[in-house]
């Protein structure tokens, strides 16, 4: 495949979204007078232009990547002007003019409006930096070269966003309206506040939303939102909410969602204190996985070290990749969770993992709390955390690392001693003095909701079930060395010898309960975007 083919991008516009786009387009502009031009610069096979009125043909510019394209859009749209052009590189440094003469002289001419019908290619680089090196160089161009000179960052890889800064500089000033596909990172995503702050400004004019997945060869597992955005590009004013029409798979609405374009500093990942890392300490890539080859060690905890909370990026997307462990994680997007940030560690924790990742959300950034957090808000999350499968502290001993041997405790141990270990039982440690861990202490020092009460009963009779079986369980290939050994290694040493199945599905039912009071306080609290 050469690269004007893999530039082009291989994700034909479905057809039905393709009508829907133009159906969106006729509401803001009424296809009247020939005082206007329209111009697809990524026409491709001209699936966006089949449902375009007829009389609007004559005032069309259609061009494309490829030269292939254009004896098929010259078939399929005599009336048009079609020609190959490269809107990425092509006159961008005015050293050569390929443009037809036509609409050289129309975009000369400040009395024409301009309609733009886009759904440019998503292909992405992978690496930030000019001097890096791009995927497959399909966005090493004039474009990324100027935009990269700004300091847009990563920006600066995404083709899309490529279309979108020439555009905005090419019309600026113009009576200009643009129906753009795309995905929704330039509105809401962290990295994009330089480009949305210093090139995209335009006023919301109307749009939907649908799944990436009726795009063909896109992944079969996950999905993300592709949104048709009409933008007014001469008011340069963009709306702190977008409301867009959710369309599933047939093009039919079922919904409204809500996109909120906000700045950086409103995340939820710059809310959360970051302790600075000053103490080696072994450094986990799982729960009980020890991790020393990496090239670039992340091997330091904060002064009060809990756990470590991997918590990457800022989106719902990366669900999966959050987690506590009982040391800092190997690679970079984690944190020290210490006394002074646990209760905002809980509830970012509880953010990222409670929502239910879909298409509709996968790309959703998260975002501060709008007040101060409520105490039984703060330990609903502390709980709910405690009994996620995600959270994976561990109690091990002797680690060696580097050389040296550590101890590596639990600080998440969620109950007294006391209360769990059925009197005569010798837990594991031998004659090591019983500490409470700094979980249990804060528990019992915070007014816990009815829900969250329930969640702990459950868990307690599993901790007794789980002493109770001792010298069984410490058969089981999880460590068990000492007393406050952590939920994953409690939890997946029960299931190892086939024990407490009852009581687990109990605890599941108490934590999902508990699950379905935190969700709405996420929304109420403006953390989660309900839409």
């Keep these: 495949m050469d690269m004007a083919t893999r530039r082009r991008g291989v994700f034909l516009t479905p057809l039905p979204f393709a009508k829907k786009a133009c159906d969106y387009l006729k509401r803001t502009h009424c296809w009247q007078s020939g005082n206007y031009r329209l111009w697809d610069m990524a026409a491709g096979s001209g699936n966006l232009e089949i449902f375009l009125p007829k009389e609007v043909l004559p005032y069309c510019y259609l061009s494309t990547l490829q030269q292939d394209d254009v004896p098929i859009l010259e078939k399929k749209f005599p009336r048009a002007t079609v020609f190959q052009y490269d809107y990425l590189d092509d006159d961008v440094d005015n050293d050569v003019d390929k443009m037809p003469e036509s609409l050289r002289e129309d975009l000369a001419d400040p009395k024409i409006r301009w309609i733009i019908l886009l759904n440019p290619p998503y292909a992405t680089a992978q690496e930030a930096g000019l001097k890096g090196t791009s995927k497959e160089g399909v966005s090493d161009t004039k474009i990324r070269k100027r935009m990269h000179a700004e300091g847009l960052g990563e920006v ?119 302790p600075r890392g000053t103490q080696i300490f072994p450094p986990f890539s799982s729960a009980l996985t020890i991790k020393s080859s990496n090239v670039d060690t992340r091997n330091r905890i ?173 058969l089981t290939p999880f460590n068990i060395e000492t007393y406050d050994a952590g939920w994953y290694q409690i939890r997946k040493a029960l299931l190892d010898a086939k024990l407490a199945a009852d009581l687990l599905a109990d605890l599941k039912c108490s934590h999902e309960r508990l699950r379905e009071k935190i969700l709405p306080q996420l929304h109420d609290y403006g953390v989660v975007n309900p839409g």
């Design 302 to 474: 904060a002064e009060g070290f809990l756990a470590s909370l991997m918590c990457p990026g800022n989106e719902l997307q990366n669900q999966q990749q959050t987690a506590f462990l009982s040391g800092p994680q190997a690679s970079a997007g984690a944190l020290s969770v210490t006394p002074d940030n646990f209760e905002q560690a809980v509830i970012v924790f509880a953010a990222r993992r409670i929502p239910k990742d879909s298409w509709i959300n996968h790309v959703e950034q998260l975002m501060r709390p709008n007040r101060e957090p409520s105490p039984q808000f703060v330990s609903d999350c502390a709980v709910w955390s405690l009994f996620d499968s995600k959270n994976q502290t561990v109690a091990l001993r002797n680690v060696l690392y580097q050389g040296r041997v550590y101890q590596i405790d639990n600080h998440f141990f969620p109950f007294a001693i006391e209360e769990t270990m059925t009197v005569g039982t010798r837990p594991p440690g031998g004659n090591l003095p019983y500490v409470n861990s700094f979980v249990a202490n804060w528990l019992s020092q915070h007014e816990l909701s009815v829900e969250a009460r329930e969640v702990l009963a459950s868990a307690k009779e599993v901790y007794r079930l789980y002493f109770a079986n001792l010298d069984l369980l410490r």
């Design 156 to 274: 600066s890889r995404e083709l899309y966003t490529q279309f979108l800064y020439r555009i905005m500089h090419e019309f600026k000033g113009r009576e200009t309206l643009l129906g753009l596909f795309s995905p929704l990172k330039y509105l809401i995503s962290a990295n994009y506040q330089k480009f949305r702050d210093n090139v995209f400004q335009a006023e919301f004019q109307s749009g939907f939303v649908f799944s990436s997945e009726n795009f063909g060869g896109t992944s079969k597992t996950s999905h993300f939102p592709v949104a048709f955005i009409v933008w007014d590009l001469h008011a340069r004013a963009l709306a702190t909410l977008i409301h867009l029409d959710i369309l599933d798979n047939t093009a039919q609405p079922i919904g409204t969602k809500t996109v909120k374009p906000s700045h950086r500093n409103d995340f939820l990942s710059r809310w959360i204190k970051r």
